[in-house]
């Protein structure tokens, strides 16, 4: 028996992960007001840095859930 965790299982908690981050990101840009055009009273280089990481997590989401799917599909 071998012990850790398999690559569907690594997959699925990346995919969890990233989905946080994005939606985290994009809570905090709305509790800003980033969105409404009045955010511009805080930190732009907050905004910024948050709008990456949100990008960054994104793109991140996708490409696990591709690597998910090849993983599922039934090889034939």
Not at 8 to 29: A, C, E
Request: aromatic letters at 10%.
């Amino acid at each position: 028996m071998s012990e850790g965790l398999t690559i569907k299982q690594i997959t699925i908690v990346r995919i969890i992960t990233m989905l946080g981050g994005f939606l985290g990101s994009l809570v905090v840009l709305f509790e800003q007001d980033v969105f409404w055009g009045k955010g511009y009273q805080s930190s732009t280089v907050s905004n910024v840095l948050v709008a990456i990481v949100g990008v960054l997590c994104f793109f991140n989401l996708i490409r696990h859930i591709l690597v998910w799917r090849r993983i599922s599909k039934p090889e034939a």
